[in-house]
């Protein structure tokens, strides 16, 4: 027993030596420059040959206070940037903590695939940074003084956060699903598009893709429904009334389900979306008993099935490209690495849709 102490003594010396020798720096954090967030644009004067222009969003710690600066790095190769980056920042650089990555439009509609590597293949990056598409130059957007914050970074931060409980928006728009979905058979990256309107810093939809490039920038009800269709257990609110002074809001959560079937060589997809909420506003009715939440019920499932319809529709006709990710359910169904052009098959199959609402709650001062 005496052995095993000394043991343990002798055990315990030698990792507090190892400790001292190679422990943690004692840095402070004024000596970081810490990212809050990125920013990548492209050079559209050098299609053949483009340049990367990198914003980096940096917290600037001073005696009791803390701001924000931008710093711009250029490179025509993607990894150039790094080095140009530290040629004009005067501290140990702190890659892992960027709470968004801002890609523009024009830089996306070139391709995504090449910028996701690079940040991806570094074993430091924040994975868990949201990927958001803007209009513009992110470098305008990252530039934007708002007040009570310290970045434009922290209040798209908390934008991204929001959305999630009132536009049905989801959670994966992070880097590292970003990097997974992208190359699953069957599946299309959305991302959360956002702009400068009215000089404010604003979400206004949803960034469509084909492949690895942006094709289509979707407005906040075509986002939606399709996001409604395309991801399940989202949280949002529908309106429907007579007038801006007569109308209904319903706040909901939803829940998603996709059957897929073959006839012949034909593939058929039956979307069943259920919707449980409560009545937030209401001046359509006086008095919301039972037969009026029912006939309200119909009414916002007539609507909402409609919304959704005209989607399919126009997702076939005009994007032509599987935005619902139902090639990713018929491939995991009846069989994967068949060189199946997804896109193609899925805007020439039937796709049903049926929508059915529960009320549960009609709020404060309802009958």
Same mark, same amino acid.
């Given at each position: 027993?005496?052995?095993f102490k000394i043991?343990?003594?002798?055990?315990?010396?030698?990792l507090?030596?190892v400790?001292?020798?190679?422990?943690?720096e /004692?840095?402070?954090?004024?000596d970081?420059?810490?990212?809050?967030?990125?920013?990548?644009?492209? /050079?559209?004067?050098?299609?053949d040959?483009?340049?990367?222009?990198?914003?980096?969003?940096?917290? %600037?710690?001073?005696?009791?206070l803390?701001s924000?600066? %931008?710093?711009? =790095?250029?490179?025509?190769?993607?990894g150039k940037?790094?080095? /140009?980056?530290?040629?004009?920042i005067?501290?140990?650089?702190k890659?892992?903590?960027?709470k968004? &990555? *801002?890609?523009s439009?024009d830089?996306?509609?070139?391709?995504?695939?090449?910028?996701?590597n690079?940040?991806?293949?570094?074993?430091?990056? %924040?994975?868990?940074?949201v990927?958001?598409?803007?209009?513009?130059r992110s470098?305008?957007?990252?530039?934007q003084?708002i007040?009570g914050?310290s970045?434009?970074?922290?209040?798209? @931060?908390?934008i991204m956060?929001?959305?999630?409980?009132?536009?049905f928006?989801?959670k994966?728009?992070t880097l590292?699903?970003?990097?997974?979905?992208?190359?699953?058979?069957?599946?299309?990256? =959305? $991302?959360?598009?956002i702009?400068?309107k009215?000089?404010?810093?604003?979400?206004?939809?949803?960034?469509?893709?084909?492949g690895?490039?942006?094709? =289509?920038? *979707?407005?906040m009800?075509?986002?939606?429904?399709? %996001?409604?269709?395309?991801e399940?257990?989202?949280?949002?609110?529908?309106?429907f009334?007579?007038?801006s002074?007569?109308y209904?809001?319903?706040?909901?959560?939803?829940?998603r389900?996709?059957k897929?079937?073959?006839?012949?060589? @034909?593939?058929v997809f039956d979307i069943?979306?259920?919707?449980?909420?409560?009545?937030?506003?209401?001046?359509?009715?006086?008095e $919301?008993?039972?037969n009026?939440?029912?006939?309200?019920e119909?009414? *916002?499932?007539?609507?909402?099935?409609k919304?959704?319809?005209e989607?399919i529709?126009?997702?076939?006709s005009?994007?032509?490209?599987?935005?619902?990710?139902l090639?990713y359910? =018929?491939a995991?169904?009846?069989g994967?690495e068949?060189?199946?052009?997804?896109?193609?098959?899925?805007?020439?199959?039937? &796709?049903?849709?049926?929508?059915k609402?529960?009320i549960d709650?009609i709020?404060?001062?309802?009958?």
């Amino acid at each position: 027993m005496k052995n095993f102490k000394i043991i343990g003594i002798i055990i315990v010396c030698l990792l507090f030596i190892v400790y001292i020798r190679f422990g943690v720096e /004692d840095i402070s954090i004024e000596d970081y420059a810490v990212a809050i967030g990125y920013g990548v644009d492209i /050079d559209d004067t050098l299609r053949d040959n483009p340049e990367y222009i990198i914003t980096y969003a940096i917290y %600037n710690y001073g005696t009791g206070l803390v701001s924000s600066m %931008n710093k711009i =790095a250029t490179g025509r190769v993607i990894g150039k940037y790094r080095e /140009d980056r530290q040629l004009k920042i005067d501290k140990a650089f702190k890659i892992d903590t960027p709470k968004i &990555i *801002l890609m523009s439009e024009d830089t996306v509609s070139q391709g995504i695939d090449g910028f996701v590597n690079i940040l991806f293949n570094n074993p430091k990056i %924040n994975d868990r940074g949201v990927v958001i598409i803007n209009k513009g130059r992110s470098n305008d957007i990252l530039s934007q003084k708002i007040k009570g914050y310290s970045s434009a970074s922290e209040y798209i @931060d908390g934008i991204m956060k929001n959305a999630y409980g009132h536009n049905f928006y989801s959670k994966k728009y992070t880097l590292l699903n970003l990097y997974i979905k992208r190359k699953e058979e069957g599946k299309n990256l =959305a $991302l959360p598009y956002i702009e400068l309107k009215d000089d404010e810093i604003q979400l206004s939809g949803m960034a469509l893709f084909k492949g690895e490039s942006m094709i =289509a920038k *979707l407005d906040m009800d075509e986002s939606k429904v399709m %996001n409604l269709m395309r991801e399940n257990n989202l949280k949002g609110s529908f309106s429907f009334g007579e007038s801006s002074d007569k109308y209904i809001d319903y706040y909901c959560k939803s829940k998603r389900k996709i059957k897929c079937r073959k006839e012949g060589e @034909d593939f058929v997809f039956d979307i069943d979306v259920k919707l449980k909420g409560e009545i937030t506003n209401n001046t359509l009715y006086a008095e $919301l008993d039972n037969n009026n939440i029912k006939i309200i019920e119909k009414e *916002l499932e007539k609507n909402i099935k409609k919304q959704c319809e005209e989607f399919i529709e126009k997702m076939k006709s005009t994007y032509k490209v599987d935005a619902l990710e139902l090639g990713y359910i =018929a491939a995991a169904k009846y069989g994967r690495e068949t060189n199946e052009d997804w896109n193609h098959k899925i805007t020439k199959s039937k &796709i049903n849709v049926n929508v059915k609402v529960s009320i549960d709650k009609i709020g404060r001062g309802g009958a």
